[in-house]
C-alpha cells in the first residue's frame, strides 16, 4: 500500500478540540487511515511509510474556498474602489470579452497555485472556458465544483439560451473529472443578470438531471430592490418561486436577506458562502452571518475573484469574517474564531458537497499543515485564535489533496510555480492591451 504519515504535530479534530497526534494517509485511496499516536499510526501505516514532518505546527483540514472566479487573478488590481455595478459594466464584464481559454488557463493556474500555496484544497468557481480551468484542477491536484457562469442580460434570445445550454452542457460532461475530484453545477450568474425564462428553463433541465444550482444571491441593495419591486417578493422567495432554493444548492453572499429569508434558506438547507472582504470593498454590505448560523443554515467562506479582493487567501477571509460579523450584530461575542474556522473546513465542504473538511478516519486526506512557529503566532494560548486571528496563507509548509502532497516545504510540486507566474503576468499585460484597443 502507498502510505503516508504525517506527522510530529498537533491535530485540530472535528469538535474543536486540538491534540497530539499524528495522522495516517491511504495515499491510494485518498483518505485518512488513523489519527493518533505515532504507535497507532505505526500499526495503520508501518514505520518506513513517507512522512511529512508537522513538527511545532497544526495539521487541519485543507481549506475550502467556496465562491470565487479563479481565472480573475489576471485582473487583480486592474480596477479598485467602485461600486458594484459600474464596477462589473464599465471594468469587468469588458475586460471579460476580451478573455481567450488561454487566458483563462493561464489566470486559472495562477489561482491554483495561490490556493495550494495558502492550504487550499477545495474551491467552486463560476467562470468561463471551464474546461480549462477542469484541465487545471487536474493537474494541480485539487478538488472543484465548477460551472460555467450564465448571464442573459444585453443578449438577444439565441445568445442567451445558448449560455443557459454551454452551462448545462459543462455541468453534464465535467462531472467526476480528475479521477472524481472535479463536480458541477448550473451556475446563473444571479436572480438579476439572468431573465426569469432563462433562470426557469435553465433551473428545470438541472433538476431533471439532479445538477445543483449555484447563483449570487441577494449580494446589494442594487440586486434586491429591482425584484421587490417587480415582483413584489424577496429574492429568496424567487429562487425558491422557480425552484432554484434546495439542499444541493449554494447562494453567494447573501448580505441583503431579511428574517423571512433566513428562514427560508434554513428549512431549504441552502447553504450561503460569506465573501467579507468583497463585500467589505465594494461596500456591498455585512451579511448577517450570526444570525444565519444560529438559524442552522449552512455557512461557508469564499474569497470572491481577486478582482474584488485582491487575493485567494482563505486565512484573510476567517479573520475578516470574524471581525464583520461581530460589526454586523454589534456584538464582540458573534462570530467566535472555532465558527469561522469550522465555516472555512468542514463548512465550505458541506456547502458544495465535496469530501473533505473533517480529520478523522475514512474522511478524504484533504489536510494543511499550518507552521505555529512564527513571532506573529507566539505565544501559543489558543491554537484555533491563531488560525482566526493571526495566521497567513504564507505560514502553511504542505498541503495535501486526495491523498497526494501539493505543496512540501512551501514548494509546490504539481505545478511549475515560476512558469505559471510569468504566463500569467504576460496573459495579463496582453488582455488590457487588448482591452485598451477595443
Not at 2 to 29: K, S, T
Not at 119 to 133: E, I, K, L
Not at 187 to 201: I, Q
Not at 291 to 320: C, I, K, P, Q, Y
Request: overall charge negative; glycine content about 8%.
Amino acid at each position: 500500500m502507498n502510505q503516508l504519515r504525517v506527522g510530529g504535530g498537533r491535530v485540530l479534530r472535528p469538535d474543536g478540540r486540538v491534540e497530539r497526534a499524528d495522522v495516517a494517509v491511504d495515499r491510494d485511496e485518498g483518505t485518512i487511515r488513523a489519527v493518533g499516536s505515532p504507535d497507532e499510526v505505526d500499526e495503520a501505516v508501518g514505520a518506513a511509510a513517507e512522512t511529512l514532518d508537522a513538527s511545532d505546527s497544526l495539521v487541519i483540514p485543507g481549506l475550502v474556498n467556496a465562491h470565487t472566479h479563479v481565472a480573475m487573478t489576471l485582473l487583480r488590481g486592474y480596477a479598485d474602489d467602485k461600486p458594484l455595478d459600474p464596477w462589473l459594466r464599465e471594468d469587468i464584464w469588458p475586460a471579460e470579452a476580451e478573455l481567450t481559454p488561454d487566458d483563462v488557463e493561464a489566470g486559472a493556474e495562477l489561482g491554483a497555485v495561490e490556493m495550494i500555496r495558502s492550504g487550499t484544497t477545495a474551491f467552486a468557481d463560476m467562470y468561463f472556458a471551464m474546461d480549462r480551468v477542469a484541465d487545471v484542477v487536474d493537474r494541480a491536484g485539487l478538488r472543484a465544483r465548477l460551472g460555467h457562469g450564465v448571464v442573459t442580460v444585453g443578449k438577444d434570445d439565441a445568445d442567451a439560451r445558448a449560455d443557459v445550454e454551454e452551462s448545462l452542457a459543462v455541468a453534464r460532461e465535467l462531472d467526476g473529472a480528475a479521477d472524481g475530484r472535479i463536480r458541477t453545477a448550473f451556475m446563473p450568474h444571479s436572480l438579476t443578470t439572468v431573465g426569469e425564462e432563462y433562470l426557469r428553463e435553465g433551473v428545470s433541465e438541472a433538476r431533471e438531471a439532479g445538477i445543483p444550482v449555484h447563483l449570487h444571491a441577494n449580494e446589494t441593495e442594487d440586486e434586491v430592490d429591482p425584484i421587490v419591486d417587480e415582483r413584489g417578493e424577496r429574492p429568496i422567495a424567487y429562487a425558491a418561486e422557480i425552484d432554484a432554493l434546495g439542499p444541493d444548492d449554494f447562494f453567494a453572499h447573501g448580505v441583503h436577506v431579511d428574517g423571512s429569508e433566513i428562514d427560508r434558506l434554513a428549512e431549504a438547507g441552502t447553504a450561503v458562502v460569506h465573501c467579507p472582504a468583497s463585500n467589505m470593498k465594494l461596500a456591498s454590505g455585512m451579511a448577517p452571518v450570526q444570525r444565519l448560523r444560529e438559524a442552522g443554515v449552512t455557512v461557508a467562506l469564499g474569497t470572491d475573484g481577486a478582482a474584488s479582493n485582491n487575493d485567494l487567501d482563505v486565512f484573510d477571509e476567517m479573520r475578516d469574517a470574524a471581525m464583520l460579523g461581530k460589526l454586523a450584530a454589534d456584538d464582540a461575542s458573534a462570530v467566535p474564531a472555532e465558527a469561522v474556522v469550522e465555516m472555512a473546513t468542514r463548512g465550505g465542504a458541506d456547502a458544495l458537497n465535496l469530501p473533505g473538511g473533517r480529520i478523522e478516519a475514512g474522511a478524504a486526506a484533504d489536510l494543511a499543515v499550518v507552521d505555529l512557529d512564527a513571532p506573529h503566532l507566539t505565544p501559543d494560548h489558543d491554537p484555533v485564535s491563531h488560525l482566526a486571528y493571526a495566521a497567513r496563507g504564507s505560514d502553511v509548509r504542505h498541503t495535501v489533496c486526495d491523498g497526494d502532497v501539493l505543496m512540501r516545504d512551501r514548494e509546490v510540486l504539481t505545478l511549475d510555480a515560476e512558469a505559471v507566474q510569468k504566463r500569467a503576468a504576460d496573459a495579463a499585460i496582453d488582455l488590457v492591451e487588448r482591452v485598451k484597443s477595443a
